[in-house]
C-alpha cells in the first residue's frame, strides 16, 4: 500500500482502511479458490478455502467499523460535535453508528443519503456480532454464488458484505471530509491532508464514493438472520 504520507501524524482511520481493504483481497483470492473447488469436487479444498474468506471477511467488516469510529473521533479531536450532541448521545445512550452519521452530518454540508445509514448500522451490528455472537441454531441458505446449502455466518461474513463495507466506510469519510468546514487552522490543515490521502487512496483501489453500495441491498434481515435478495450490490 502506498498511499502518499502528507503529514506527519497519519490517522488511524486511513490505516482501518488500508487493513479492511487488504482483508478484501483476501478474500476475494478466497473465493476465486472455493469456485474453482467448488468445479473441481474437491471438498478439502473448498472447505479450506471458505473458510479463509469468512476469516478474511470478518476482519474486512471489522475493519470497516474501526475505521469509521477511528475517524468520527478524529472530527471529535478537531472540535466538530458540540457539547449538546454529545450529551444527548449520553442520554440516549446512542450507538456507534449514530454518533459516526451525527458527526459526518455536523462536519459539512454531506446529506444523509450519502451516508447510507442503514449499511453503517449493518456493518456495526455484524461487527458486535462477530464480538459477541448469540449460541442459537440458525438454518442453513444457499449461498448465493456457491449455490450450496451453508451456515448463515458464511453469508454474512462473506466476499460481498467485506466488500461493501469497504465501500461504505470509504465513502462515509470521503463524502464527510469533501465536504467538511474548517474550524479553525488545524481543522483547515487536517482536512486538506485527508483529501490528498483519500484521493491517493481511491486512486490506488479504485474506489469511489458509491451510495448506490448498500449492505442491506445485498442481503435483507430479518431478525439475527440472513437471507439472499435476488439483486446484489454488484449486479
Known sequence: MEVKRVETHIPMWIHWLEICQRHVKAATNAREKSLASRRSGDRKALSDSMHDEFQSSVQALSAAAFAME???????????????????WRSQRASAATKVIDTALAAGDVSRADLAPESVATIFKY???????????????????????????????????????LSVAASVVAFTVLDAHA?????????????????????????????????????????????PSPKTAAD
Open 127 to 165: 461487527r458486535n456480532s462477530a464480538v459477541h455472537p448469540k449460541v442459537e441454531f440458525r438454518e442453513p441458505q444457499l449461498h448465493p454464488v456457491l449455490k450450496m446449502a451453508v451456515d448463515q455466518s458464511l453469508i454474512i461474513y462473506g466476499l460481498e458484505n467485506g466488500r461493501n463495507a
Open 70 to 88: 477511528a475517524f468520527r473521533n478524529a472530527l471529535d479531536d478537531l472540535g466538530i460535535v458540540d457539547a449538546d450532541t454529545k450529551a444527548r
Open 183 to 227: 474550524v479553525d487552522d488545524e481543522s483547515a490543515r487536517s482536512f486538506a491532508a485527508w483529501r490528498t490521502m483519500l484521493r491517493d487512496f481511491a486512486t490506488e483501489h479504485d474506489l469511489t464514493p458509491n451510495p448506490e453500495s448498500r449492505l442491506h441491498a445485498l442481503f435483507a434481515t430479518d431478525g439475527d438472520h440472513a437471507s
